[in-house]
């Protein structure tokens, strides 16, 4: 029984895996994709490839992941953990649909939190949520992320228009046409990096729960970073579109200057945080604020703000309402399994 259920916890958080590379396709590519830098399909291949890669880089994010919540060494912690993936992947559907870009890393960690909080109604055996860590890693980062990618692309573009304001703008776009096939690139590493490690951690976190002497002080299997990393590239692959038109053309019309700006900040957010403080931060928030950032260079009138603000409301609801569908997921599992 407890094989099974691990087995489907697996296969769930790979599907979670593969919604979070299509939902977050648009992250790396709109802008390159916008300014014609890239055709669709090639900026497809490029962040697939890179996501994999990306995803090879460490197990510091999956480690945090996995410390958000504590659940029970039996069934009922492997059924906390599937209805926390349940909770996230219904949101993810819900904010692709509607070609929103909301945080899957933000979705996860609230379905996570709210299968578990509902599970301590009912028993508080060996069930707590860390809300100091997820105060320090989520929520700190999930604020000053966006901030300084808006704040850090603005002054970045505006080192650009300053450099480069004698030169031709039809040569200065072609330049950073080319340009940005690299920055697209590592905003695609970043993303791999950060959002594949994930669901590195709540897989980890099952086995830990299912198998405690085996897993418990050991590092990730290999088999798991390569199934993560395998499942949120292809997931890239099948592409993004709805959220790409919203990220590339509906905040603002980006030229190739304005768009690598906010790629390169956005990469350099992502990596930083990933290594230095190893923070599961939202690839979708951080490269949507740069990309307000460098496109408020041209006038501020010139974004589209009331795009932004449907955009920060799904952000403001992404983590109780992740919480609130895993919450009502696990009810129906415990049901399902018959738990006491």
Known sequence: MTLAIVIAVVVVALVFDYTNGFHDAANA?????????????????????????????????????????????????????????????TWNLITWYFGLPSSS????????????????????????????????????????????GFAFAFVVMLSIMW?????????????????????????????GLQDAQKTMGVIFLALITAYPATYADGDLPLWVILAAATAISAGTYAGGFRIMRTLGRKIIHLDPARGFAAEAVGASVLYTTAFVFHAPISTTHTITSAIMGSGATKRFSSVRWGVARTILTAWVLTFPAAGAAAAAVYLVLKFVFQLP
Do not use: C, Y
Not at 35 to 56: H, Q
Not at 163 to 177: E, L, N, Q, T
């Open 105 to 148: 890393s933000h979705a996860l960690i609230g379905g996570l939190v709210g299968s578990a909080l509902i599970a301590s109604v009912f028993t508080d055996n060996g069930i707590s949520v860390h809300w100091a860590k997820i105060l320090e890693k989520v929520v700190i980062p999930m604020v000053a992320s966006p901030l300084f």
């Open 163 to 191: 450099i480069f304001r004698r030169r031709s703008p039809h040569k200065v776009f072609r330049g950073f046409r080319l340009a940005q096939t690299f920055s697209a690139a590592a905003l695609a590493l970043g993303h």
């Open 29 to 89: 590519i709109a802008t390159s994709v916008s300014t014609r830098a890239l055709t669709p399909r090639v900026a497809l291949t490029l962040a697939a490839i890179m996501n994999f890669v990306g995803a090879l880089l460490g197990q510091e994010i999956a480690n945090t992941v996995k410390d958000v919540v504590d659940v029970p060494d039996s069934t009922h912690g492997l059924i906390i953990v599937m209805a926390g993936l349940l909770g996230a992947i």
